[in-house]
């Protein structure tokens, strides 16, 4: 699942992230940019809140750094479930 379908209060460990279609090189800046603020592959993080209209944009806990991210960021995201609440 990505991390735009997480629900509020769950705890998730990143396995994967994927690049965007519209990149046709080996670089990405979104990615790149999502990994320089910590989310990297065996990352832990908590899903927050979410969007009032549609959950966009979401706000992820990684550590004590709090991110909001836009849905594309976050389906970019692939995660597992370690904790529900």
């Known amino acids: 699942m ?8 769950q705890f998730v460990k990143i396995i994967d992230l994927k690049k965007g279609n ?3 090189d ?3 800046p979104v ?8 989310f990297r592959v065996g990352e832990s993080l908590q899903v927050l809140e979410k969007g009032l209209f549609g959950g966009d944009p ?3 806990q ?9 849905k594309n960021e ?5 995660v597992e ?3 529900e609440h």
């Open 31 to 38: 990615l790149e940019r999502l990994e320089l603020l910590g």
């Open 81 to 83: 479930i370690i904790n």
């Open 22 to 24: 519209q990149c046709n």
């Open 62 to 70: 990684i550590e004590t750094s709090r991110f909001a991210l836009r």
């Open 2 to 9: 990505n991390l735009f379908q997480v629900k509020q209060k």
């Open 74 to 78: 976050a389906e970019r995201i692939f």
């Open 58 to 60: 979401i706000l992820v």
């Open 26 to 28: 080996n670089k990405d």
